[in-house]
Structures are given as structure tokens and as C-alpha cells.
């Protein structure tokens, strides 16, 4: 490796820009390729975003529906069938830290237990909601529900 081989690397430089409004032998000179007169000739020009040179924008042709309640409660749905894969490994305590622990449900999330599949062994399940299938279902193999 000599000094007269190196260069940098691939991507790493850019070529500068053209220096525009330097005079007239430069070619980019006089109205700095701007076009004449106008708003986009003029400096501290900008466009809002969706600006369409004055046609209606696409964001208020379309029509607006729904509604977003900004109330709403969302709950992480765990179903009967993930609880007996745990019950399975030999966890019969189930509150929130054992979901977050197995992947099940995100840091900040609320737990809902659901009915789908089956459970057959006895578990002590602290959760922030139960749907009534479930409840029944934890209750009928002789475990017990509580919530958070």
C-alpha cells in the first residue's frame, strides 16, 4: 500500500453541488436556474407537503369516515390454549410478569384471557380481564382467577 493508492471509501464522498448564480459563464448564472419570477424564484420558498400547484389534494378529495376513540382500552388477547402450553412447562402461576417473561405480551400491555381451546390443569391466573368462557372454563378444572 502507497500513499498515491489510497482513496476513500466506495460511497463515502459525494460530488459537490453546482454553485449556481456565480455569473453568467458558469450557466447558472442570472435567474440561478430558477426560472423568472413566481414563488419558487423567490428565497424562503416552501411547499406544504401534499401541495398539488393548486388542484384539491388527494388528502381532502377523499372522503373521511370512522371514528377513533381516544378512550379506547386496548387489551393483549391471551387464549386458553397458550395458557396450557405454559401449564405444560410447569407454570401454574400466571400473572403478567410470566407472560412478559415467555414472549406473550409487551411491557406496558393489559392482559384479557380468552376462551379458545381448552385447559386441564388447576392455575392460579391474575390477569386484568376475563372473558365469561374463560372464567368458566379456569373455574371447572378447579383453578381460580383473579384480577390485577
Request: no cysteine.
Given at each position: ?11 463515502s464522498t459525494h460530488r459537490e453541488g453546482k454553485r449556481v448564480g456565480r455569473g453568467e459563464g458558469s450557466g447558472k448564472g442570472g ?63 400466571i400473572d403478567s410478569q410470566i407472560l412478559r417473561d415467555n414472549g406473550l405480551i409487551g411491557k406496558k400491555d393489559l392482559v384479557k ?36
Open positions: 500500500m502507497k500513499l498515491h493508492t489510497l482513496k476513500p471509501a466506495a460511497g435567474t440561478a436556474a430558477r426560472g423568472h419570477k413566481g414563488a419558487g424564484s423567490r428565497s424562503g420558498t416552501s411547499t406544504k407537503r401534499g401541495f398539488e400547484g393548486g388542484q384539491m389534494p388527494l388528502y381532502r378529495r377523499i372522503p373521511k369516515f370512522g371514528f377513533k376513540n381516544m378512550n379506547r382500552i386496548e387489551y393483549a388477547p391471551i387464549n386458553l390454549d397458550k395458557l396450557q402450553e405454559l401449564a405444560e412447562k410447569g407454570i401454574t402461576k384471557i380468552l376462551g379458545r381451546g381448552e385447559i386441564k390443569i388447576a392455575m392460579e391466573i391474575k390477569a386484568d380481564k376475563f372473558s365469561e368462557a374463560a372464567q368458566k372454563a379456569v373455574e371447572a378444572v378447579g383453578g381460580s382467577i383473579s384480577n390485577n
